[in-house]
């Protein structure tokens, strides 16, 4: 299954770099997501894209930045990142409204080493 | 606020043994929707089904069972003769029916199927 793509796959980088991860849905959807799986924590939604307007940021830290271009692509700009950011990010993708099922499809993931 | 837990942290059987994965939620919506995915090694999440909070039938797909329960705020899975290739992470989920239909995701159960 390709639904949704994500890469680079496996991401190393030092805490002044600046990187950028990016998600890319081939289902027709309207909204688009991303996740941080950490070994200490749950599954934590990050940001919700809906028609390409961003309608949640969960308190998540100014170093990362959402973008969303148009409803098929999603990225998350990194920088000066610190080492309890490393974490695999999953993207994910979903369609809101009367139509839509609320289930979410989700990419392979980025897993992201701060060093 | 929604929450959503998965007391079993890890759990070990046998193959062809039986297993069941239990799910406790909490939420003030009175309609919702629940779901359960699978985290192979791959890391990817895999849909394994999702469940309308209005629909408490039980649902059965090949060896994969669902026990919804309304009562309890409980959706139990179970897998009858298990598999190794059942082995991964299992997470149960809860969003809401409207809005931002944002998932929150219990702490996952590690499943290990030994030969």
């Known amino acids: 299954e390709t639904g949704v793509t994500q890469t680079p796959r496996h991401l190393v980088m030092g805490m002044t770099n600046k990187k950028s991860l990016k998600c890319e849905q081939h289902?027709?959807?309207?909204?688009m997501y991303w996740y941080k799986q950490s070994a200490k924590k749950p599954l934590e939604l990050m940001f919700v894209y809906s028609l390409e307007e961003r309608v949640e940021n969960n308190s998540v830290p100014s170093r990362f930045s959402p973008e969303c271009p148009n409803s098929s692509h999603l990225f998350l700009h990194l920088h000066t990142l610190q080492p309890e950011d490393s974490a695999l990010y999953l993207c994910?993708?979903?369609?809101?409204?009367?139509?839509?099922?609320?289930?979410?499809?989700f990419g392979p993931g980025t897993r992201l080493t701060v060093t | 606020a929604q929450k959503v837990t998965q007391a079993q942290t890890e759990i070990s059987v046998v193959e062809k043994e039986d297993v069941t994965l239990d799910c406790v939620y909490e939420?003030?919506?009175?309609?919702?929707?629940l779901f359960w995915y699978k985290q192979p090694p791959s890391g990817e999440l895999v849909f394994l089904i999702r469940?309308?909070?209005?629909?408490?039938q039980n649902e059965i797909s090949g060896r994969y069972s669902w026990n919804f329960q309304k009562s309890t705020s409980s959706f139990n899975f179970t897998i009858t003769a298990s598999q190794v290739v059942d082995s991964a992470v299992y997470f149960c989920?809860?969003?809401?029916?409207?809005?931002?239909?944002?998932?929150?995701f219990g702490q996952g159960t590690r499943l290990t199927i030994n030969p």
């Open positions: 289902l027709g959807h309207n909204a």
């Open positions: 994910a993708s979903s369609q809101r409204g009367r139509q839509g099922s609320g289930q979410q499809y």
């Open positions: 939420t003030r919506d009175t309609t919702y929707y």
């Open positions: 989920a809860l969003s809401s029916y409207r809005g931002a239909q944002k998932l929150v």
């Open positions: 469940r309308n909070s209005f629909d408490e």
